[in-house]
């Protein structure tokens, strides 16, 4: 599906250095999640968008910030990325709540931080 | 707090048997549930959905149950095929315009289906 893309797929970073991940849509959805998938943990919210520069935090998004300027982008960043943000991230879209309630999710983001 | 609990890690059945994954939830203010389905390398992609107003919902092979008295739902599978094997999450929304289509998750189940 080209609907969501994610960048990179892929990316290993040191301790403390600065992360942006970002996710790209084609589908002029409104709403727009950051997940993030761990053991034992299954699929976490860290932050979501319910507009162009309209985004909530999740529950667990201490250590990451968003920012949506564009409706089809949604950009996560790690300020100082630490080894317990070693995951796997997905970025998820959607339409209207009256719609199909169900997430289009990106292929997701292998982030190690060593 | 897991709002959302699949208590199972694993299930293995065989190929033409019947799988069953469960889910429970606490949270009393969900009023709408989802399963999704996710292979290695790959994002999670829908799979069937029932709203709190129902108690099953079928299509295909696949059908979700939900007791509301209980807070447990469960997805059946019939029958399995190899092609099944994937991990499998159950989501859930407590709807209403200001949840903003906030989906809770379960831990997931790791489904594996031999032939």
């Known amino acids: 599906d080209a609907g969501i893309t994610q960048s990179p797929r892929h990316k290993v970073t040191e301790t403390g250095t600065p992360v942006t991940l970002r996710c790209h849509q084609t589908?002029?959805?409104?709403?727009m999640y950051w997940y993030r998938q761990d053991p034992g943990h299954g699929l976490r919210l860290i932050h979501y968008?319910?507009?162009?520069?309209?985004?909530d935090k999740g529950e667990v998004s201490d250590g990451y910030s968003v920012s949506r300027s564009k409706t089809e982008d949604f950009l996560l960043t790690l300020e100082s990325a630490t080894s317990s943000q070693t995951s796997v991230y997905f970025c998820?879209?959607?339409?209207?709540?009256?719609?199909?309630?169900?997430?289009?999710f990106g292929s997701g983001t292998r982030l190690t931080v060593v | 707090d897991q709002q959302v609990k699949q208590n199972s890690p694993s299930l293995s059945v065989q190929e033409g048997r019947i799988s069953i994954l469960n889910c429970d939830y606490t949270?009393?203010?969900?009023?709408?549930f989802l399963w999704y389905k996710k292979y290695p390398a790959e994002g999670p992609t829908f799979l069937i959905s029932?709203?709190?107003?129902?108690d099953k919902n079928e299509d295909g092979r696949f059908t979700v149950f939900l007791n509301k008295s209980a807070k447990h739902l469960s997805l059946h599978i019939v029958p399995s095929q190899p092609g099944d094997s994937a991990v499998y999450f159950c989501?859930?929304?407590?709807?209403?315009?200001?949840?903003?289509?906030?989906?809770?998750f379960g831990q997931g189940t790791i489904l594996t289906v031999h032939p």
């Open positions: 968008s319910y507009g162009v520069k309209d985004t």
């Open positions: 029932i709203s709190s107003i129902k």
């Open positions: 989501a859930a929304s407590a709807g209403g315009g200001t949840s903003y289509g906030k989906l809770t």
């Open positions: 998820a879209i959607r339409g209207e709540i009256t719609s199909n309630y169900g997430y289009t």
């Open positions: 589908e002029n959805h409104r709403y």
């Open positions: 949270n009393s203010m969900f009023d709408y």
